[in-house]
Each structure stands twice: as C-alpha cells, then as structure tokens.
C-alpha cells in the first residue's frame, strides 16, 4: 500500500479506553467490558413486528438510497443464529418464523425450477434473498439472487433449532416448505451452480455456497430419521445429493472457486457457524481448518479488520467520491468489472464482521491468547460512541466506517465472542 494515499493506518477507534482483554484478569475485565457495552447500547439489535432485522435499521431510514433498511436472508439467520447460541431460543425462533413467512412466498419459484431446472438461468426466477423487512414482500428492483448459501443458512438453522427441542418443531406448512429444498437444490445442481454467494457478486462455484447447502442437506437427514423411515431409495437419493457436494468441497477447499478466486473469508463460515470442518463435523480434517485459517489471517488480516477477498472493490478507497448513493448500492454482479477498475491495489476494505468469528474459532480450538487476540481486535474495531461497523475504508487516506454503521451482523458476531469466551473460561474452570 502506497506511503502518498494513506496518512493513517491505525484504527480511528478509541471507544475501548481500558487495556486489552488479558488472560490475568479476563473475568474482571469483562464485567467492566458489559457495562461499557450496556452503556453505549453497542449490542442491542431490535428486530421488527416480523422478527425480522433490517440490516442497518439504527442508521437508515425508511426511503435510504442504501438499501441497507430492507432485510436480508443471511443476515437474519446470522443474527438468530447468535441469539440462540446467547441463549434466547424463543428471539431465534419468532425471526425463524419471520423467514419462513417469506419463504412460502417464494415456495412457486422452487417449484417452477423444480419442474423445469432451466428457468433457473435467469436469477430473479429463483427465490428471492432480499427483501422488504416491514412487509415480508419482494422488492421490485433486479437483484443477484442467485445466492444458495443464503437459502441454505435459513434451512440449517430452522431444522437444527426443531431437532433441538419439540417446542421449536416444524408446523406442516414449515414441512411443505422446507420439503422443497432438497428437490430444488438438486434442480439447479448446487455442487456446480454458478452463484452469487456471499458478497452478492460475479456467479461462480463457491464452496461457501455449496458447503452451507451440505450442512442444511444433513441437518435435513437428520429431522427425516427422526420423523418417519425413509425408504432406501429416497435415501440413496439424498445422501448422493449430500455426496455431490462433498466432492466439491474436497475438490476446492481450502479455496472459495480456485482458480480464480482462493482465499475468501467466506470460508471461515463452514468453521464457525457451520462447523461442517471441525472434529464434530462432515468434514474432520483439523489440518483444513488451519489451511484456512492460515490464509485469511495471511493474506487479508489489515490492522483494521479483515478483506473480504484480495482485489474486492465494494468501499474501496475513497468509495462514495466515486459513486453516488444510488449506485454504491447498485447490484454489480453483472458488472463486477467496472467497479474493480476503481480499486487501487492493496486499498480493499476492511471488514469488521470476522475478527469476532476468529475469536469463536480459537476458542473452540482452546488456544486462548488467539481468542483473546481477536476479540480484542474485534473491540477495537468499534466506534468512539460503541458502534459495530460493516467495514473500516480509506477516506481521504485515513480508514472510517461506512455509512452502513451500526451493522446487525456485526453486532450478532461480537455478542457470540465474548458470550465464547465467557464459555471458554468457565470450561477452564471446571477443567481437572
């Protein structure tokens, strides 16, 4: 990165005015750390009348040309997600249900791919992964929808939390729904379908797409064993379906779509939350996980978050001088192109979503100076009045957070971090 273009390097953030989170006095230190968090509100997300989340709400109003007040499926499952690994189960399940209800909505479009695989070419033919929060309806602009993992986050999620508990079990109408999806990812051939993944982005086979729809796949074996004896055939059926996209993912992992793109931190989310690559999952190669692991921290850690990819050009170096509001919240997947010519090399923005991610990972490894590492990374990613950042760019030649600020996202994987280490150090604890 070029000594003339950035005048500042270290993080603009100056919220966590006590020292970082130590192994000497973590407990402490974190009961200071909730009162400051408290204080600044920094992890209160408000879900909707739906349950649903809006991806910025706190920052966007109703007619933002950011589009950042709709709701996104990923997101949503994401947030639940970390609702329910902080222990509240009923906050996960009432957003669960808020994605169902959209969902049915779009139950036809998997049908109609179902019974003719090819309409599935054309991406606002297949269900829709953005939408209205308030109204739980499409929006009516064009939109890269071709995003299976975002599908897949949703099914995962809704059929782990009814295995976990007969209070959470699927309704019939959930069953119908839900009944679909392993026929429509079959459809569209999810082991090898071009999508848009999770930057919303150029269509590619990415293995973060096809590793989340693995794990729906099984948590989908799972609640069929449970609920009746299939057949041999509809098993044989579904486990070549899970297969295919194994294979896959043996083929390209430790990358997202080698050759072209390799290290994206896009691959952290099979680690955490997935877990499809841990001693517990589908895929126990400890060794891959530190592949991964290894990449993105040597290829994208930046001293104010991490890249989601080299060479990606959303918020690039001085992003909104480039682009007026309505375009920077444009879909670029047809003309990704266009938008990289604006990017100076080594001026990729730096994301606050995965510092936190990184620290669940560690922890779960029991290495705890990395945990506390990137939690305390992650902490000093937050703004001088507590808020959680999408990304950190370079405006004018100092790094600032965006626009999209505080983020949902980022809030539900800073309350997942420290609920783990609170976690990690009562398993100390208790350790013999």
Not at 69 to 81: G, V
Not at 346 to 351: K, S, V
Request: glycine share 6%; hydrophobic share 35%; net charge neutral.
């Amino acid at each position: 990165m070029g000594k003339a273009l950035v005048k500042k390097q270290n993080n603009p953030s100056h919220f966590c005015s006590f020292p970082p989170l130590s192994a000497s006095d973590t407990r402490g230190q974190l009961r200071v750390l909730h009162r400051k968090l408290d204080d600044s509100g920094t992890l209160h997300i408000q879900a909707n009348q739906n349950g649903v989340y809006s991806a910025s709400c706190a920052s966007q109003t109703g007619d933002s040309p950011t589009g950042y007040q709709d709701a996104w499926l990923r997101d949503n499952a994401m947030i639940a997600f970390s609702r329910w690994q902080c222990g509240d189960s009923e906050s996960a399940f009432k957003t669960l249900q808020g994605l169902t209800t959209f969902l049915k909505t779009q139950a036809h479009k998997m049908e109609a791919i179902i019974d003719h695989p090819e309409l599935g070419q054309n991406v606002q033919r297949r269900p829709h992964v953005r939408f209205n929060a308030k109204t739980l309806k499409e929006l009516g602009e064009g939109w890269a929808h071709a995003q299976n993992d975002a599908l897949a986050y949703v099914a995962w999620l809704r059929l782990r939390l009814a295995g976990s508990d007969p209070q959470f079990r699927l309704s019939q109408h959930e069953r119908d729904l839900y009944d679909l999806f392993p026929a429509y990812f079959r459809a569209i051939r999810y082991w090898e379908d071009l999508d848009s993944g999770a930057w919303e982005e150029s269509r590619k086979v990415n293995s973060s797409s096809v590793g989340a729809v693995v794990a729906a796949l099984l948590e989908y074996q799972k609640l069929e064993k449970g609920r009746k004896r299939p057949s041999e055939a509809e098993r044989k059926r579904l486990d070549a379906l899970i297969n295919h996209g194994l294979q896959t993912l043996h083929q390209q992992l430790p990358f997202e779509s080698p050759p072209n793109r390799k290290t994206d931190a896009a691959t952290l989310f099979l680690i955490y939350p997935l877990r499809l690559i841990s001693p517990s999952g589908v895929i126990r190669d400890r060794g891959l996980q530190g592949w991964i692991l290894s990449l993105v921290r040597a290829r994208l850690l930046g001293a104010n978050g991490i890249k989601r990819y080299i060479g990606d050009s959303y918020y690039c170096q001085d992003y909104d001088k480039w682009l007026s509001p309505e375009q920077r919240a444009g879909d670029f997947s047809n003309r990704i192109e266009l938008r990289d010519e604006l990017l100076q090399p080594g001026c990729e923005a730096q994301w606050c979503l995965f510092d936190p991610l990184l620290s669940v990972i560690y922890g779960e490894r029991n290495l705890l100076a990395e945990q506390l590492e990137f939690l305390n990374r992650a902490l000093a990613q937050l703004t001088v009045d507590g808020a959680c950042a999408e990304l950190y760019y370079l405006k004018h030649g100092t790094y600032v957070p965006n626009e999209h600020t505080p983020l949902a996202w980022t809030q539900a994987n800073l309350a997942i971090a420290i609920h783990e280490l609170e976690s990690s150090l009562n398993r100390r604890k208790h350790r013999p």
